[in-house]
């Protein structure tokens, strides 16, 4: 029987890929040995890049896709998302128009402060992955996730793995990384489901409404999905300072946008 011969690719690549690499491989060229014909997508992931990080590939400064099938003397360059691409190619996939989110079972906490900005997110605590991946897929929405092997699966196109481990660096990275800071509309998304709030006259709530609450506050709103009753507590004014130096990008540091406690951002 005819042995396949393994032989060398050089590969090269840039940016925040180089957060999935070893030490050893990071931001430098280096030598990775397949054999037959793999296609470029598996490869890839192969040497520990999801695909969905990946936005832009040149074998020997060519663009080329994920059904490339690697060969000798191959020297693969590999870009993730920039603001701006260093060089004036296509990408690999459209960009969304509308930036809808599915997030995976950790990122539960991300998923309420991102809807109390008024993003457009699904997150249950008891989806599969194969469900994350299909709603991903059918829904045309960008999966987050802190899992990268469930970014490795194909049905998932658009994808992004989460590098930061606490909440508050989290929301910045992700508004960060899909330039969402001009997109936030707060106060209009449901923190329990996703659902759109509007204002509700305080009559047809009463009954739902502790006897303090219907003392002291007249203005209440609902979510047309689960009709979760919201106003504007005690929390409110911290929440509107903590939005306030989101929308601003202010200079200054991004650690202090975060001066609200946890505790504090459960709306309204």
Sequence with gaps: ??????YPV?????????????TQQKQQSFTYWVKGNPSIKDTIEAVGIPHPEVELILNNGNIIDFSYGIKKEDYITVYPHFFSLPINQETLRETLEIKRFILDVHLGKLAKQMRLLGFDVIYENNYSDETLADISHQQQRYLLTRDIALLKRSKVIYGYWVRGKKTE???IEVLNRFELYSEITPFKRCMRCNGLITPVHKEN???QLEPLTQEHYHEFYQCTECEQVYWKGSHYPKLEKFISKLTSRTSENVSSVLGVRRSELEFF
Excluded: A, T
């Design 205 to 207: 709530i009463k009954e």
């Design 10 to 22: 050089n590969f090269r690549f840039y940016g925040s890929l180089n957060d999935f690499l070893p």
């Design 1 to 6: 029987m005819k042995m396949v011969e393994l």
């Design 169 to 171: 660096s989290q929301l």
